[in-house]
Every structure is written in C-alpha cells, then in structure tokens.
C-alpha cells in the first residue's frame, strides 16, 4: 500500500513565480522608489536573473549615466534607453529595475508593456527625498531647487506610472517587508488582455 505524501502548499514566490510565467517583471518610479533594491531582492526570491537598465546602459557606453546626459544631453540619453531596454526584454523571464524616466518615453513605454509585466514602486515625496538627497549622482537634480525639481518630476510622471499593470506602495519598511508586496501583487494579477 503506498503512502499519499502530502505536499506543503506552495509558496508565494512560488505562486509568482508560475504568476509571471515567461514575461519579465519591469519595476518602474521615480529615483529613490527602491527599484534596484527590491527588484534585486524580488528576482531572487523568483530565482530569476536581476538586471538594472542604467548600469547596462553605463556598460554597452562606457560613461556613467552623468556623464552620458552631460555629453549627449536628455534626449540622446533616452534614445539609447530605449534600444538596451528594448534588447533586454528579448528574452525572459528577469526582473528589470528601469530609470526614472523609461518608461515616460512613449517608444521605451510601448516596449515595456510589451515585453512584461509591469510593476509601479510609488512612493511619497518624503520618502523619495530622504533617499535621494543623500547622493548628488542623480542628473535631473542638479538644479538650484532639486526638492521642488523632484516634486514637478513626480506630478509630470506619476499620471503615466499608473498605467503600469500594479502598483505597490514604496514606504519606509523592511526591503523584505516590500519584496513581499511585490510578490503578492504578482500572486493576485490577472493576465493583461
């Protein structure tokens, strides 16, 4: 006679894991969201590769990405964003951790949506400023009022953020505490149609 082995229910990377399938996972926000942190976090908690868009970009150009917007300016910048995004979500699934502005541009936003699923780190503007203020490597603060930069920054691109698949809200928790909402919210998405 054989012995029904009873299996423990899966867990809920496991659950986001089947969840996300083949696609990748496209974290996007603002600077200080935490999409490097969590997304390096969430695609080992899926035992899926991590990438982070702006440091491919400093890798295929060899400048940093100061360097990059201070030579080439903005709008060659986001152009070749758009080609190593574009190139990244050939293949999957990995999570992939976007800069601030990707997914603002219209041509990087269409590939994006195409070639995973998206997910909003959102974040308040205390949040985002406590994070941020620390480290003077961020291009689009060099200004003369980078909080108030950063706050036309969040009114000019969170109305184009919500069209990400889920939203997960980015406070001060535990990293594990967020990647756990990530995974949920993964867990609980229906299929784009």
Known sequence: ????????????????????GKRNLVLIGL?????????????????????DSDHEIERVSRMSITDLFAAYGEAEFRALETRVIKRLLRSGPRV??????????????KHIRRGGLTVWLKADLDVLWERVNKRDTRPLLKTENPRQTLENLMNARYPIYAEADLTV??????????????????TAARPRT
């Open 169 to 186: 809200l980015s406070r001060d928790v535990k990293k594990e505490t967020m990647v756990e909402e990530v995974l949920a919210a993964i």
């Open 96 to 109: 992939v951790s976007t800069g601030g502005g990707a997914y603002i541009n219209e041509n990087t936003r």
């Open 31 to 51: 600077m200080g969201a935490g999409k490097s942190a969590i997304g390096r976090m969430t695609a080992q908690a899926l035992g899926i590769p991590f990438i």
């Open 1 to 20: 006679m054989t012995e029904l082995i009873e299996q423990a229910p899966p867990t809920l990377a496991e659950q986001a894991r089947a969840a996300l």
